[in-house]
């Protein structure tokens, strides 16, 4: 089994900035593609960034220039920097992690969600 445990999250004023970690732990083997989405009530959850494991990254354009995605592939941990934070990035923020487990293939896992809350 895989867990993955995520901090970071709180409230902000608008234009500060928050950094979010989300580390899996388990039988792991390999950790392929890392990532965050974001869900706000009534709204489909959203890719807010990706990276794979060769650290290549991706960014919805709502937030490109202000957020930075990051991962320690030796902690299993990915890292969501977020600057400039506006109200409209308020949500609740989940990681997810490929893995490929010691027993059976790949498929994605998710953390429990963290609150983030930019306050105008």
């Known amino acids: 089994q895989v867990q993955l445990v995520e901090s970071g999250g709180g409230l902000v004023q608008a234009g500060g900035s928050l950094r979010l970690s989300c580390a899996a732990s388990?039988?792991?083997?390999?950790?392929?593609?890392m990532g965050w989405f974001r869900q706000t009530p009534g709204k489909q959850r959203e890719l807010v960034a990706g990276?794979?494991?060769?650290?290549?990254?991706n960014y919805v354009d709502s937030v490109k220039g202000r957020f930075s995605i990051s991962r320690d592939s030796a902690k299993n941990t990915v890292y969501l920097q977020m600057n400039s934070l506006k109200p409209e990035d308020t949500a609740v923020y989940y990681c997810?992690?490929?893995?490929?487990?010691?027993?059976?293939?790949?498929?994605?896992?998710w953390g429990q969600g963290t609150q983030v809350t930019v306050s105008s």
């Open positions: 990276i794979t494991s060769g650290g290549n990254t």
């Open positions: 997810f992690a490929n893995v490929q487990t010691i027993v059976a293939g790949a498929r994605s896992y």
């Open positions: 388990g039988s792991i083997f390999r950790v392929n593609d």
